[in-house]
């Protein structure tokens, strides 16, 4: 009798992500592993369950009674963790932690949602991306959500949606500016310890432009520092500008308080990740938040 329901759990990544590499991705385990638990599958079955295909895989006839029996038991599995946690009438807040740009900006917008999704109460925990993985590896957090990932063994990473950051001003800017105008304004920056700010130098480094000679005026340590800071600052004269996330500025933008350019031949984008620990891959709450937070991928 079949009691490993985890090489089940994997069969069904399998179909969904309709690629073994990506499926040993998501799980966090090699591609030879996930090989082997469909072997394993298709031994104890005594047939031939998944045809692997140049632009993904096919399932056989019997790949697809298997497929149909193994949905169903996943979600009496889901059912039967629910009744457990009623059971113990155990009221849980599932926490999620995560960078400044996002927990400020992004999640809140789908925080009801996300709440809809589990039948649970959430709460977002922002801090920096250092300190998030740190509480993600104490379990003081259930899912990270961050900027730049720190890639450690235990911790699982799935690219999430892509982030840009623009030159923003509180005084009109042309639309385009050149990187040797860069030098004539006044400068907002975060720390030089944050992902940000690396990214601004290495981006500015690599086009051979010294960001250590701008006239750096204030140093904050987040988004929203920034973004306060500058329309606060004098609308007259020397215009003061920062690098920021396009998602912190954008209502201001939209209303005229804020302006934004681009830097001619200069792209700052950076992806976000959601992460989690490889012990609760199979963990109902984690995953119903992170393939709900894995379709929303535009905002």
Known sequence: MLKDFAKLGTFLTVVKERSFSKASKKLGISQPAVTQQIKWLEEYLDSKIVERKKNGITLTKSGEELYRVALRLDKCVSGVEKEIIRIMNKELTFIIGASFTIGNYILPMCLND??????NDVLIQVDLTQKILDQLLDKK??????????FLDNIIYREWTEDEMILFSNQPLPKSVRPEDLHGYKWVCREESSHT????SEVFEEANIDCKSFDIRTTVTSPTAIKQ???KSSKEGTPTVALISKQVVEDEVENGMLYCAKIKGLTFKRPFYV?????RKHDAFIDKVTNFIMSRRKF
Do not use: F, G, N
Request: proline share 4%.
């Open 114 to 119: 996300i709440k809809a999704s589990i039948e």
């Open 141 to 150: 957090v259930d899912l990270a959500i961050i900027e730049s990932p720190i």
């Open 197 to 200: 700010r690396r990214l601004m």
């Open 229 to 231: 800071t500058v329309l």
């Open 275 to 279: 992460a989690y620990l490889k012990d």
